[in-house]
C-alpha cells in the first residue's frame, strides 16, 4: 500500500512539473546578426576578393559564403529554455595555411540569456598564424583579452608611406609566442578592414591593394 502511495505521488509530481514547465514554455524571437562597431571594422561581403602584395610578390584571399544567423525564435521557460538569444557570423576564405587551417577566419558570437540585459561576446580573428581573441568591439577597435596579443589605437597612422584614419595595431609578443613564418602584427581599419599584415621574423610587410 506505501509502495502504490509513494508511486503515485511520484507520477504526480513528475507530471505536476512537466505540466509547469509546458505552461511557461513559450517562443521569443531573435533577431538576425546585426553588430554596428563589428560591421565597421570588418566591412566584407561574401565572394569578395582581397590581395595584398609584398614587393613583387601577391597573396590573394578569396572570402566563402558567410556564416551568418538569420531572425529565429528561441524556447524561454521550456527545459534548458534560459539561454537566451544568441547571435553568430563567421567571415571564412576559401584559402587554406599549409597545416589546413582557412588563412583567414574572422569570428563573433554573442550570447544575451533572457531575463538579463548583460551580453557575452566572443570574436577571433585568425591571419595566416596570427590567432587573438577580443571580448568585445567598439570605437576603437577589438578588446583584446589579456596574453601575447596588444593592441593600440591611432586616429591616423602612416603605413608604408600611406596615411590610414581609425587604425587598430595589433602585435603578438614574439618573446612569449616566437612561432616564425606567421603574422606578429596587424593593421585593422575602422571601414576597410584587414590593411596590412607584418610577418615574423622576416618583417615583410604585406599591404592591401
Request: proline share 4%.
Amino acid at each position: 500500500m506505501r509502495t502504490l502511495l509513494f508511486t503515485g505521488t511520484l507520477l504526480f509530481l513528475v507530471y505536476f512539473f512537466n505540466s509547469c514547465n509546458i505552461c511557461s514554455c513559450k517562443k521569443v524571437p531573435c533577431p538576425a546578426f546585426e553588430n554596428t562597431d563589428f560591421q565597421n571594422w570588418f566591412p566584407y561581403s561574401s565572394g569578395q576578393q582581397l590581395v595584398f602584395k609584398y614587393q613583387s610578390a601577391s597573396d590573394t584571399i578569396h572570402l566563402s559564403e558567410f556564416e551568418k544567423n538569420d531572425a529565429y525564435e528561441a524556447s524561454q521557460g521550456c527545459y534548458h529554455g534560459d539561454l537566451g538569444c544568441m547571435q553568430n557570423l563567421n567571415i571564412l576564405s576559401h584559402e587554406m595555411t599549409p597545416n589546413y587551417i582557412r588563412k583567414l577566419h574572422i569570428g563573433y558570437g554573442s550570447q544575451t540569456p533572457f531575463g538579463s540585459t548583460a551580453t557575452k561576446k566572443s570574436i577571433t580573428l585568425f591571419v595566416k598564424g596570427f590567432n587573438c581573441s577580443a571580448t568585445d568591439i567598439n570605437n576603437q577597435g577589438l578588446v583584446l583579452e589579456p596574453g601575447v596579443y596588444s593592441g593600440a589605437y591611432s586616429a591616423s597612422l602612416v603605413i608604408n608611406g600611406v596615411s590610414y584614419n581609425s587604425v587598430q595595431t595589433i602585435v603578438r609578443d614574439t618573446l612569449r609566442d616566437n612561432f616564425t613564418l606567421q603574422p606578429y602584427k596587424v593593421y585593422l581599419g575602422k571601414g576597410t578592414g584587414l590593411i596590412a599584415y607584418e610577418m615574423f621574423p622576416s618583417h615583410e610587410l604585406w599591404i592591401k591593394q
